[in-house]
């Protein structure tokens, strides 16, 4: 199923103030790690600074670029979870 695309104005009237809240959220909860002190040196907080960064891109595909930030790499040595038996 393919999702048509907005245009530009509709989808910025449409999600404006969601796009906002998110935004107030994550200023939020980054001055709460920032009144905690000097951050630690953490991965975590690296690949937030990159996926902050990629959102100034203005290229499209943002969201698979930022996704792919917080993924692990693929190892084809996984253990496959089992399927559960039927009784």
């Known amino acids: 199923m393919t999702v048509a695309s907005l245009p530009a104005q509709e989808a910025l009237n449409r ?40 959102l100034t891109s203005t290229s499209s595909g943002r969201a698979e670029r930022i996704q792919l930030i917080f993924s692990r790499p693929y190892d084809p040595n996984w253990e496959r979870p089992s399927l559960p038996r039927r009784p």
Request: hydrophobic letters at 40%; a neutral charge; aromatic letters at 4%.
């Open 15 to 54: 999600y404006f103030l969601e796009l906002r809240c998110k935004l107030l959220d994550i200023a939020a909860i980054l001055d709460r790690i920032d009144r905690g002190g000097p951050a630690p040196a953490d991965p975590r907080l690296e690949q937030v600074r990159q996926a902050l960064r990629e």
